[in-house]
């Protein structure tokens, strides 16, 4: 079940320490996301990313930084200034053109701030 | 900004009964619409998307830009239907999307 892959699946971490979460896609997908998962507020947009070397802020970024070096690749840093960071974190990627596109999502990981 | 909304965050119906899960988006565009579903221990999938017209695994999705909604029924719930259901709403910018709070359906046997 490749694709879209996320590691770690669990990932503990302590107050004050940054984090960073990996996302890969072997879909040849231009366009990369994270999302936030959240009981009872769906999932909520971080960042985004249409093409390398290039993303955008998106509802919620505020604690949050990511790159985009690789096409591959669209890791997610939650950095120590993101009040409540324990949630479930959802990649995914989408191929680019006119309108929106199918979005492919990674598994997830669940971060949990001890 | 675009919104998607979906009012009932539980569902609960008994097996056979129809099922309707309901979404409203607000976008002054041409939307493009989805339903996105994700089932326990499973990664969140598309369902369908309004402008393949298609019924998949017996539910339906009808785009009423009067009413801005996109409602997903089904005539008869199977209790493998239960998951979490998302509507989500793009248009406005390549391949972003804006989903809704969503719904956790329940198919009681």
């Known amino acids: 079940d490749g694709g879209i892959t996320q590691s770690p699946k669990y990932l503990f971490r302590k107050e004050g320490q940054n984090v960073t979460l990996s996302c890969e896609q072997n879909?040849?997908?231009?366009?990369m996301y994270w999302y936030r998962q959240d009981p009872g507020q769906g999932l909520r947009l971080i960042y985004y990313s249409q093409i390398v070397n290039d993303f955008q802020k998106g509802d919620i970024a505020e604690g949050y930084s990511v790159s985009r070096e690789k096409k591959e690749s669209f890791p997610l840093t939650v950095t120590s200034a993101q009040k409540n960071p324990t949630a479930f974190y959802l990649c995914a990627s989408s191929s680019t053109g006119t309108g929106a596109n199918e979005q492919f999502f990674g598994p997830g990981t669940r971060l949990t701030v001890l | 900004a675009q919104r998607v909304t979906q009012p009932e965050k539980l569902l609960s119906v008994f097996k056979g009964a129809p099922v309707e899960l309901k979404c409203n988006y607000s976008y002054s565009g041409s939307p493009e619409l989805f339903w996105y579903v994700q089932y326990s221990r499973q990664r969140l999938q598309l369902l369908l998307r309004?402008?393949s017209r298609e019924s998949i695994k017996g539910f339906t999705a009808d785009l009423n830009k009067g009413e801005t909604s996109f409602h997903l029924k089904k005539p008869f719930a199977q209790e493998e239907d239960s998951a979490m259901y998302y509507c989500?709403?793009?248009?406005?910018?390549?391949?972003?999307?804006?989903f809704g709070q969503g719904t956790i359906l329940t198919v009681h046997p």
């Open positions: 989500a709403s793009g248009g406005t910018s390549y391949g972003k999307l804006t």
């Open positions: 309004h402008i």
């Open positions: 879909l040849n997908h231009d366009a």
